[in-house]
């Protein structure tokens, strides 16, 4: 089976830019795979923030990680600074599955992608999905893939 293409930066519609730390890199002088999971959740939470959607102490609905994949392309090593890329690739009545791909410094193609699923839930009880609100699904209009 052939391999997908790897995306380029015009694919995505958000982005933040995180540097590299000394401590990503592992025993075989590169980052680390479970860095690339920290990546993802830090460019979702702070896309939420932003928009305006997600207050952390007080948010009466949050998002649940209930999946997420990777793909690796090329590596990276610190001292590089990478540029994490979002994108709304579904939303549901109740979960979300954010594609994301990690730029290596100015590089258009991306060194990894992936996707992570929220399922959102009431806050208080973490048990019961619930509807998307408005306010989130506006907030997605601005990052849902062509």
């Given at each position: 089976?052939?391999?997908?293409?790897?995306?380029?930066?015009?694919?995505?519609?958000?982005?933040?830019?995180?540097?590299?730390?000394?401590?990503?890199?592992?025993?075989?002088?590169?980052?680390n795979?479970?860095?690339?999971?920290?990546?993802?959740?830090?460019?979702?939470?702070?896309?939420?923030?932003?928009?305006?959607?997600?207050?952390?102490?007080?948010?009466?609905?949050?998002?649940?990680?209930?999946?997420?994949?990777?793909r690796?392309?090329?590596?990276?090593?610190?001292?590089?600074?990478?540029?994490?890329?979002?994108?709304?690739?579904?939303?549901?009545?109740?979960?979300?599955?954010?594609?994301?791909?990690?730029f290596?410094?100015?590089e258009?193609e991306?060194s990894?992608?992936?996707?992570?699923?929220?399922?959102?839930?009431?806050?208080?009880?973490?048990?019961?999905?619930?509807?998307?609100?408005?306010?989130?699904?506006?907030?997605?209009?601005?990052?849902?893939?062509?």
């Amino acid at each position: 089976m052939p391999a997908a293409p790897r995306g380029t930066r015009a694919d995505y519609r958000f982005f933040l830019p995180i540097p590299t730390r000394w401590m990503d890199n592992d025993v075989y002088g590169h980052v680390n795979n479970v860095t690339y999971y920290s990546w993802f959740d830090t460019v979702v939470a702070r896309f939420l923030i932003d928009s305006g959607f997600l207050h952390v102490p007080t948010a009466p609905v949050i998002g649940l990680v209930v999946e997420t994949q990777c793909r690796y392309f090329a590596p990276i090593a610190f001292p590089d600074t990478i540029t994490a890329g979002l994108r709304c690739g579904r939303a549901g009545n109740t979960s979300v599955r954010y594609e994301i791909a990690i730029f290596r410094n100015g590089e258009e193609e991306a060194s990894a992608e992936g996707h992570f699923v929220h399922v959102y839930v009431d806050r208080a009880t973490q048990k019961q999905p619930t509807p998307l609100p408005a306010a989130l699904r506006d907030a997605l209009a601005g990052i849902t893939a062509a």
